[in-house]
């Protein structure tokens, strides 16, 4: 069983950069795919980025591309997500997911998540 714990959210302004973190625990981290994904208020919850697994390449929703990076440290057992020029868009819970498949973007087909954590940008 795999346990992840997301930290770094905090309040920011519009503009400014925040750095998630997601350790690992409990499973072989390098063979996961870990995705991180977002949700508002109300909203559905909304696929950010991906990477995957051993370093491979990472991709990303087009609402974020060019701003956001994802990064792995497989022997930390962690994963970033690095977000610059933030926006008040940006504002929701952020979570991070780990799957045994190779490539996905469907939160269905994540098989372990964090609890999450709040990033707010202010305007």
């Known amino acids: 069983q795999v346990q992840l714990v997301e930290s770094g959210g905090g309040s920011v302004q519009a503009g400014d950069s925040l750095r998630l973190s997601c350790a690992a625990s409990?499973?072989?981290?390098?063979?996961?795919?870990i995705a991180w994904f977002r949700q508002s208020p109300g909203e559905d919850r909304e696929f950010v980025g991906c990477?995957?697994?051993?370093?491979?390449?990472?991709y990303y929703a087009n609402s974020v591309k060019g701003r956001f990076t994802i990064s792995r440290k497989d022997a930390n057992s962690t994963a970033y997500l690095q977000m610059s020029s933030l926006k008040p868009e940006d504002t929701a819970v952020y979570f991070c997911?780990?799957?045994?498949?190779?490539?996905?973007?469907?939160?269905?087909?994540?098989?372990?998540w964090g609890q999450g954590t709040q990033v707010s940008v202010s305007s």
């Open positions: 409990g499973g072989t981290f390098s063979t996961l795919l």
């Open positions: 990477i995957l697994r051993s370093g491979g390449s990472a």
């Open positions: 997911a780990a799957s045994t498949r190779y490539y996905t973007y469907t939160s269905d087909h994540y098989e372990y």
